[in-house]
């Protein structure tokens, strides 16, 4: 079946820190990935997608490049902010099954 | 515009009562997802409409759980004869269109059963 695995937190950085949330996947068939990010007190929203390998998504200064050959999709950002501080979640659809991660928590300190 | 919005924001009710919960997409999304978020866990994926109909409703757990989208525009997902398990965040999404369509995620339904 579609799964997917992300790193567990919670995840505690400086500001301006190098942030890197690991993802790896199982899919059958060939799989879009995303990364949706929860800020504290608002709904999910798309951060960032990829819809075939060696895609690169990005957005707000987050990165992650679908790698088919390690099956990952690993969230990056080079200096992180303390606005950056929410729960991400890595997702994958195979047509119109969509399955996520359990979620990072990642805290943001000044 | 408008986003996807959901009602009640907070249900509190007693086990074995039945609950309705209520998603609004965006106007002219004609796809249309449900999900259960458990604390600390993502999203979990229920039934997932296309137009009117029930085009997967492979993740809903058991018969207690039922949707309907009567005019392709807003849902309602029931659930009878309520467990103290049900209590979770019951989330709507919507997409232009199914696949790898971006989604647009409601604020959920907060459900507890005591």
């Known amino acids: 079946g579609n799964s997917v695995t992300q790193m567990e937190g919670p995840v505690t950085l400086s500001e301006e820190a190098f942030l890197t949330i690991n993802c790896t996947y199982t899919a059958t068939g060939y799989p879009s990935l995303f990364w949706y990010v929860q800020y504290p007190g608002e709904g999910l929203q798309l951060l960032l997608k990829?819809?075939?390998?060696?895609d690169k998504g990005s957005n707000k200064g987050f990165e992650a490049t679908y790698r088919k050959e390690t099956t990952s999709f690993h969230l990056e950002k080079g200096s992180v902010q303390v606005s950056d501080s929410a729960v991400y979640f890595c997702?994958?659809?195979?047509?119109?099954?969509?399955?996520f991660g359990a979620g990072t928590r990642l805290t943001v300190k000044p | 515009g408008a986003g996807v919005s959901q009602t009640p924001s907070n249900k509190v009710t007693e086990k074995g009562k039945y609950v309705e919960l209520r998603c609004d997409p965006i106007?002219?999304?004609?796809?249309l997802y449900w999900y259960r978020q458990s604390l600390g866990q993502g999203p979990e994926f229920l039934i997932y409409f296309q137009g009117t109909g029930a085009a997967d409703d492979s993740g809903l757990p058991n018969d207690r759980f039922f949707a309907v989208r009567p005019e392709g525009s807003v849902s309602t997902l029931k659930i009878q004869r309520t467990e103290r398990g049900d209590s979770a965040v019951y989330l709507c999404a919507s997409s232009a269109a199914g696949g790898p369509s971006e989604q647009y995620f409601g604020p959920g339904t907060r459900l507890t059963v005591t």
């Open positions: 106007s002219g999304h004609t796809a």
């Open positions: 990829a819809t075939k390998a060696d």
């Open positions: 997702a994958l659809s195979v047509g119109n099954d969509m399955r």
